[in-house]
């Protein structure tokens, strides 16, 4: 029971939510206890939202994984656990989530709650129905993102950069494309749509999606370095040294996605990829040195 629960919760994705971090660390408050304290609430606010979403949409698509050749072995879809089991543990997470918010302070609770909460209306109704458009799937994912790193500035009231928004978008909408060409490749082969809105895609298509998305992240990112204000901010002429982890990442990432064709799990890719860890984490490293120590 409590293995079947973890699946359908799926605390792997947590890591997505890592993302309301990112304020932190660019505002320079990585050390601060305080700032600390108020991210991880939001943290785990934020992944117990994202859980209970997680359980919603494998309730709502039962009979569509039921047919997948991987999705078939979801606790739901399997019948390991039930569909009431599985509205119970949505909102048990959901209310868990709530309650964790409690503890912020109450000046950035209400922000910080209320992107939450729109977070979760919107996922909602992804999994109900606008997942079935294609485009429009794949930039309610991005946005996703970008509400989470809006929720880490509230909650540590650090204001967002309009670079940092941008980047976070393009980069997240380049990885949906890119598992959306794995849905791709596997209607190809099978003759049937993992989703309705597959039909919408084809490789012609999914490939220069990736290509414009990872090309206009890259612009951007070096638009980013090399603005006046950035330079300023953090006392360094040299971030744009850092072009070269980002467009690294980016190469591997298609890569992964073209010649290996396994970029249906963006999270799995992250975790196991020993390459993209070594890449992520040396421009970690460099920006933490850049921004914290030189």
Same mark, same amino acid.
């Not at 997948?68 to 399997?78: N, T």
């Not at 709530?98 to 992107?115: C, F, G, T, Y």
């Not at 597959?198 to 206009?216: D, E, G, H, P």
């Given at each position: ?9 799926? $605390? ?29 609430? &939001? ?113 540590? %009231? ?30 190809? %082969?099978?003759?049937?749509? $993992?989703?309705?809105? &597959?039909?919408?895609?084809?490789? &012609? ?11 206009? @992240? ?10 006046? %204000?950035?330079? %300023?901010?953090?006392?360094? $002429? ?47 490293? @460099? ?8």
């Amino acid at each position: 029971m409590i293995k079947n629960i973890l699946r359908l919760t799926r $605390p792997k994705q947590w890591i997505k939510n890592f993302f309301v971090f990112i304020p932190m660390f660019f505002g320079g408050e990585l050390f601060d206890l305080h700032s600390i304290w108020l991210a991880t609430i &939001t943290f785990v606010a934020f992944s117990l939202t994202a859980s209970s979403i997680y359980c919603y949409n494998d309730i709502v698509d039962v009979d569509a994984d039921r047919c997948h050749p991987v999705k078939c072995l979801r606790p739901i879809a399997s019948g390991a656990l039930s569909i009431r089991m599985g509205y119970i543990l949505m909102t048990v997470c959901f209310l868990l989530s709530m309650a964790v918010l409690m503890a912020l302070p109450p000046e950035v609770m209400s922000p910080v709650m209320a992107v939450i909460v729109f977070y979760y209306i919107l996922n909602l109704s992804y999994c109900s129905k606008l997942k079935q458009f294609a485009i429009l799937d794949v930039c309610i994912v991005a946005f996703g993102f970008v509400l989470r790193i809006l929720a880490g500035g509230f909650a540590c %009231e650090l204001a967002l950069s309009s670079w940092i928004v941008i980047m976070t978008f393009l980069l997240t909408l380049f990885m949906s494309f890119a598992k959306r060409r794995d849905d791709v490749l596997r209607m190809n %082969e099978t003759g049937e749509a $993992p989703r309705k809105n &597959t039909v919408r895609y084809n490789l &012609t298509f999914i490939n220069q999606a990736i290509t414009i998305t990872a090309s206009v @992240t890259l612009v951007c990112y070096i638009m980013y370095c090399v603005s006046p %204000e950035v330079v %300023e901010r953090f006392q360094t $002429p040299y971030l744009y040294l850092t072009f070269v982890f980002v467009l690294l990442g980016l190469l591997r990432y298609i890569q992964i996605a073209v010649v290996d064709k396994k970029s249906g799990d963006p999270t799995k890719v992250i975790l196991k990829d020993h390459f993209s860890q070594v890449i992520v984490i040396a421009w970690i490293l @460099t920006f933490l040195l850049m921004i914290y120590v030189i």
